[in-house]
Nanobody, 119 residues
Framework: QVQLVESGGGLVQAGGSLRLSCVASGSTASINVMGWYRQAPGKQRELVANIGSAGTNYADSVKDRFTVSRDNAKNAVFLQMNGLKPEDTAVYYC??????????????WGQGTQVTVSS
């Protein structure tokens, strides 16, 4: 099992910045990919960015504004968010993915942290 704890959300004005952090504990050696998803009211949860051995992946809406990074020694993943827009308002969830030897995917989730961007 993997446990994820996020921090760093809050209220910021449009154009501002926030940095989200997520620390993993438990069976961290089994993690293949870490990243961030978000869910706005009335919308489905969507991938924001993730990072693994193959590199990084970003949603089109956040490219050139957000940067995902990982510190494997600390079992942590970060999301630097610059140029925030009101449409970035959502609950942000840390995600860790483990792939079994048979290719089965296991997803682990943090409790979520609220990001609110005022106009």
């Amino acid at each position: 099992q993997v446990q994820l704890v996020e921090s760093g959300g809050g209220l910021v004005q449009a154009g501002g910045s926030l940095r989200l952090s997520c620390v993993a504990s438990g069976s961290t050696a089994s993690i293949n990919v870490m990243g961030w998803y978000r869910q706005a009211p009335g919308k489905q949860r969507e991938l924001v960015a993730n990072i693994g051995s193959a590199g990084t992946n970003y949603a089109d809406s956040v490219k050139d504004r957000f940067t995902v990074s990982r510190d494997n020694a600390k079992n942590a993943v970060f999301l630097q968010m610059n140029g925030l827009k009101p449409e970035d308002t959502a609950v942000y969830y840390c995600n860790a993915v483990r792939l079994s030897r048979l290719g089965r995917r296991y997803d682990y989730w943090g409790q979520g942290t609220q990001v609110t961007v005022s106009s």
